[in-house]
């Protein structure tokens, strides 16, 4: 009978061992902090709705294309990001709400939500500036990005000067 109890612990021991290495290799995850740069930003489509309730009240579904670089992570390599973006703007100014959905190089994805505002100021000259901030959450990913979490903040501008939108963002990531 004593040699059955052997096994057990044995058993018992060998269990615990891998549990406890189990959570210590999840736990290893290393947060990340890292930075990027978008441009290039081609429209896929846009749908404008005039609300009418107000002057100039507009309610905007569009799918935009850009391009994304990393600057302090080499492994977050980005090949094109899609956003699909909600706005309710009144005079160019508002709130933005959508998601975003990243194919990394090596064939991995990212995806998450964001929010935020944007505002427009026009100049009697006729000229403009937007900008626009928010914050963002990674919901999850595939392949090395499987188990992400983390999120960060973002701003862009553009302007008639130079319509051409950039934005830069600064986040903490841990996958």
């Known amino acids: 009978m004593n040699h059955m109890k052997l096994p057990k612990a044995l058993i018992t021991a060998l269990l615990l061992t891998m549990a406890t290495s189990f959570s210590l290799i999840v736990d290893a995850a290393e947060k990340r902090e890292q930075t990027y740069v978008k441009t290039n930003f081609r429209t896929l489509y846009k749908t404008v709705l005039l609300v009418g309730d107000v002057p100039n009240h507009e309610v905007i579904q569009e ?3 850009s391009d994304i670089e ?3 992570n080499s492994e977050f390599k980005i090949n094109e990001e899609w956003v699909y973006i909600h706005s ?3 005079d160019g100014s508002g709130t933005q709400t959508g998601y975003f959905y990243d194919t990394h190089v090596d064939g991995s994805h990212t995806y998450g939500s964001f929010k935020g505002t944007i505002k427009t100021t026009s100049k ?13 959450q990674f919901l999850g990913g595939s392949g090395k990005f499987k188990n992400l979490k983390g999120g960060g903040k973002y701003k862009g501008k553009g302007s008639s000067q130079d319509p051409t939108w950039r934005e830069e963002g600064r986040e903490t990531v841990e996958y």
């Open 63 to 65: 799918a935009n294309i």
């Open 70 to 72: 990393y600057s302090s």
């Open 88 to 90: 309710d703007i009144v």
């Open 124 to 136: 009697a000259d006729g000229s403009w500036e937007a900008v626009g901030e928010g914050t963002y």
